[in-house]
C-alpha cells in the first residue's frame, strides 16, 4: 500500500508507504517530502494538496487520481470524508486519494470547473477521465472506481 504525495516547497512527488492495516495504526511517522524534509499533509490514506500541488499530482502520479474537490462550510462534504478515509485506506496503491480544499484553494475549482460540492473526478495519464458531483456511500464509491 502506497501513495502519493507532491511537496508544497521543491514540488517533488513522493513515494508515501501506508500501513497495511487498512483500519490504520498509530505508528507510521508523519511523512515528510525526501528532498526538503518538510511534512507533507496526508492524512490516514489521503493526500491533501494545493491548487499547484493537485496539477503535479494529476501530471506526475504512476497510479490514477482520485479528487475530492471539498469546503470547510459544505455540510456534505464533511459528512462524506470518513467515507472517503475509509475506502482510500483499503485501495490506496490502485488510486491515489487527494482531496482539494476549494475554499483555500479557488484555482483549483476554477481551473476544472467545479460548479458544486462535493464533487469527485478520476484522472487518469494528465486528463480527467471521470466526475461524479454529490456525495456517495462507501458501496457507491467504490462502485464508482470499478473496484467492486
Ligand atoms: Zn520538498
Sequence with gaps: METYAPCSKCNRLNRIPLNADPRGGGSRPEPVCGACKIPLPVHGAVVEVSAEGLERLIAKSPVPVVV?????????????????????????????????????????????????????????????????????????????????
Design 68 to 148: 475530492d474537490f471539498w469546503a470547510p462550510w459544505c455540510g456534505p462534504c464533511r459528512m462524506f470524508a470518513p467515507t472517503y478515509s475509509s475506502v482510500a485506506g483499503e485501495f490506496s496503491g490502485r488510486y491515489v486519494f487527494a482531496k482539494v480544499d476549494t475554499e483555500a484553494n479557488p484555482a483549483a475549482g476554477d481551473r476544472h470547473r467545479i460548479r458544486s460540492i462535493p464533487t469527485l473526478a478520476i484522472f487518469k495519464n494528465g486528463g480527467e477521465a471521470q466526475r461524479q458531483s454529490g456525495a456517495m456511500d462507501a458501496n457507491g464509491l467504490k462502485q464508482w472506481l470499478g473496484l467492486r
